[in-house]
């Protein structure tokens, strides 16, 4: 049930982001469907890539006072959308890194906001 719950979150903030930042928009399918798939691949991505890549990137984090987490998140971001788009020809398309650290914050934000919301 945790699961489907992240799933959906990711979704929403992913939809929440495409809404705001111009070089994010759903691909290859109905914008939902197209969410739905981004914001399960954005939950797999954070639970196997990202730990791994933030251990990895710790002493910049710590250099940079925690920005380059951001990046990081960006960079998940964007590994999310090319593996929908490249694996079910539906998700999102990322028009550059500025969209994505931008489009990452903003998930952050609404994945946070919607945790709290949802007590996760």
């Given amino acids: 049930m945790r699961f489907l719950l992240n799933w959906l979150v990711n979704s929403i903030a992913i939809a929440v982001a495409a809404a705001i930042v111009p070089g994010i928009a759903p691909f290859g399918a109905d ?21 791994i890549l933030s251990l990895l990137s710790i002493p910049l984090t710590i250099v940079t006072l925690g920005i380059f987490q951001l990046v990081v998140n960006s960079f ?44 996760d």
Avoid at 31 to 51: Q, R
Avoid at 103 to 111: D, E, F, L
């Fill in 31 to 51: 914008p939902w469907v197209a969410y739905a798939i981004a914001g399960l691949f954005l939950g797999i991505v954070n639970g196997t890539i990202k730990p």
């Fill in 76 to 119: 998940m971001l964007s590994i999310a959308g090319w593996l929908s788009l490249n694996l079910f020809g539906a998700g999102i398309a990322i028009m550059g890194f500025g969209s994505a650290f931008v489009g990452a914050i903003i998930v952050s934000i609404m994945c946070s906001l919607l945790g709290f919301i949802t007590n």
